[in-house]
C-alpha cells in the first residue's frame, strides 16, 4: 500500500470520548497525522479517562474526579470537539465559553443541536462547524457531513474536513441539509444492518445454519460494496447485470418493487427527517 500523505494539524481537544469521538480520536493516532500540540480528552469517568491516557500522544481527564477538566482541556486547543450527549451541550459551552483559544474552531457532533444555539453561548472570535459523522469511522470507513458556521472561515472548514478524513470520507453542505444528511449517512448503517438481519433470518428459514447464513448474507454485502466501490458504472446497472431476463434475480427484484421498497425508503428517511427536526426544537 502506498504512504498516505503526511497530515498535520494543530492541538485538539474532545470534550466527551463516547464510541464516535474515540473513533476520531483514533483516526488522529495514525503515524501519517501529526498533531501539534497533541490531543486532550476528557470523559465524565475516571475509569475511561484512564484508559484514554493510555493511547500515546493523548492527555486525558475525569470531570468527576476534577471540576475544572473540560476547561484545562480546551486552553491552547485550536480544535475543540463537542462530543457530548445534545442535553448537555448548553451548559458545557457556558462552562468553557471563556477559557477558549480565541481563534479556536468548535467542532459539534452533537446531533440535532444548531450553529445558532452554539454560536450563542461561544465568544464571537470563535467559530463553530457543526458534523454528522457515522459508526463506520470505527473501522476507517466513515461518511461525514460538515457544515460551516456564519462566522467560520474557509481555513477553519478546511481544519474540520481534514479532521473527519482522517476516518473516511467527508461531504460539504450548508446546515440546512445537515439532518437529511443524517437521514442517509448518519443513519444509514442500521438500514444496511437492519437488511442484513432480515436476508440473514430468511436465509436460516431456508434450512441453512446461523453460521451459514451469516457467511453467505456477510459475504454478499461486503463483496457487492466492494464491486460498487471499484467499478466504473452505477448500482442500476450492476443490478441489471445481476438480474437475467425471466430469471430468478429478476422475479425475486418484482417482489421488492412490488412492495413499494422505494416509497419505503422515503417514508422512513422522512420520519427520521422529522425526528431530527423535533430534537433540533427541544422536543
Known amino acids: 500500500m502506498p504512504d498516505r500523505p503526511r497530515l498535520t494539524l494543530p492541538a485538539i481537544a474532545f470534550l466527551g470520548a463516547g464510541s464516535m469521538a474515540r473513533a476520531v480520536l483514533t483516526g488522529l493516532l495514525q503515524p501519517h497525522v501529526e498533531i501539534d500540540g497533541g490531543i486532550r480528552a476528557t470523559n465524565r469517568s475516571a475509569a475511561n479517562a484512564a484508559s484514554l491516557a ?69 465568544p464571537s472570535s470563535v467559530a463553530v462547524i457543526r458534523s454528522m459523522p457515522n459508526t463506520p469511522a470505527l473501522v476507517g470507513r466513515a461518511v461525514t457531513g460538515v457544515a460551516a458556521g456564519t462566522r467560520s472561515s474557509d481555513a477553519d472548514l478546511e481544519l474540520a474536513v481534514t479532521l473527519f478524513e482522517t476516518v473516511g470520507d467527508v461531504i460539504v453542505v450548508p446546515e440546512a441539509q445537515i439532518d437529511a444528511l443524517s437521514t442517509i449517512s448518519g443513519s444509514g448503517p442500521a438500514y444496511v444492518f437492519y437488511l442484513i438481519e432480515q436476508l440473514t433470518a430468511a436465509a436460516v428459514a431456508k434450512g441453512f445454519t446461523p453460521e451459514q447464513a451469516a457467511l453467505m448474507v456477510q459475504g454478499t454485502f461486503r463483496g457487492a460494496s466492494e464491486l460498487l466501490a471499484a467499478s466504473d458504472v452505477d448500482p442500476t446497472e450492476l443490478r441489471r447485470r445481476v438480474t437475467s431476463p425471466k430469471g430468478t434475480t429478476e422475479r425475486a427484484v418484482a417482489v421488492l418493487e412490488g412492495a413499494g421498497l422505494e416509497q419505503i425508503f422515503a417514508e422512513a428517511t422522512d420520519a427520521a427527517l422529522a425526528r431530527a427536526r423535533e430534537l433540533a426544537a427541544g422536543a
Open 54 to 122: 493510555e493511547l500515546d500522544g493523548v492527555t486525558a481527564f475525569a470531570t468527576e474526579t476534577d471540576a475544572a477538566a473540560n476547561r484545562t482541556a480546551v486552553a491552547g486547543a485550536k480544535i475543540v470537539v463537542v462530543a457530548v450527549k445534545p442535553a448537555m451541550v448548553p451548559d458545557l459551552l457556558r462552562e468553557i465559553a471563556d477559557a477558549l483559544e480565541l481563534d479556536a474552531v468548535v467542532v459539534s457532533v452533537a446531533a440535532g443541536v444548531t450553529v445558532a444555539t452554539f454560536e450563542s453561548l461561544l
